[in-house]
């Protein structure tokens, strides 16, 4: 089974670097944009240059705390993992050559522990760990589908601070916990915990705070914290998926002309 998914995974990742045949207009978005985000987070160095740069102001930023706070042994750091420190492209490929979406074969993808680290994040942690802060790895991959598979994944790779209590996956929905998905619930268990979350890194707002779904109201939360930007939150590219499709009302099921008609809005015409 996993031998087949793998030999799926290396044509979907073909598939994105062929040339595309000409779309009729009715193709949905993911079809033309996710194919263009998908080889720009795979093949582009701007993208690479851009997850170093985020590491590099990262590391710049712990070694100012430490140095001002030289004996706190409860300073945190709180870190996404999808597309923050794991490239899950080739998954995203597979789902274009498939013409599907999400969750097409991501629990399986999750269990191959195939992805690879993105470029700064292996360095980057395993300073933070030299340097005696705390790493917790925050994500709304689900814990009961992907628990194993991400832990051998980030073994692999050589990811410090991999104990259970640091990797805090997505639970299943309760009375107690309606919107699993929300990160705010997981941080403030951190805190409960006597832990300083000095830094938090990811690639989608709601990694930093609970952000709102729709517009304005997004844009206007996120410039009530734009002083900590670069101080205290460091957010990587992702232009394949998250929070801000939803937030301007684009779906990946959503045609071409669907999303016309958005642009139309969005600038007045």
Known sequence: MKKYILILLIIGLGACNCGLEEKQETTAIS????????????????????????????KERIDDIRKADPDNDKLAIVVDIDETVLD????????????????????????????????????????????????????NRKDKYTH???????????FPQLSEENIMLRLERTDENPN?????????????????IVLLIGDNLGDFYTDEFGQPARSEQLESYR??????????????????????????????????LIITKAFGK
Not at 39 to 55: G, I, S, V
Not at 123 to 130: G, N, T
Not at 180 to 196: A, M, N
């Open 31 to 58: 079809e033309h944009a996710q194919a263009m985000a998908t080889l720009y987070h795979y093949y582009a160095d701007e993208y690479r240059a851009l997850t170093y740069q985020a590491y590099n102001i990262a």
């Open 88 to 139: 899950n492209s080739p998954h995203q490929a597979l789902m274009i050559a498939s013409d599907s979406a999400y969750p097409y074969m991501w629990n399986e993808w999750c269990d191959l522990a195939m992805a690879k680290p993105v470029p700064g994040a292996v360095e980057f942690l395993q300073y933070a760990d030299e340097m005696g802060f705390n790493v917790f790895y925050v994500s």
């Open 148 to 158: 194993e598979g991400t832990l051998k994944n980030l073994q692999s790779l050589g």
């Open 180 to 196: 699993p998905s929300d990160k705010q619930g997981r941080r403030d268990e951190i805190t409960s915990r006597g832990y300083e």
């Open 227 to 260: 002083a900590e930007l670069g101080y205290k939150f460091i957010i990587l590219p992702n232009a394949m998926y998250g929070n801000w499709t939803g937030s301007i009302g684009v779906n990946s099921e959503d045609s071409m002309d669907s999303l016309l």
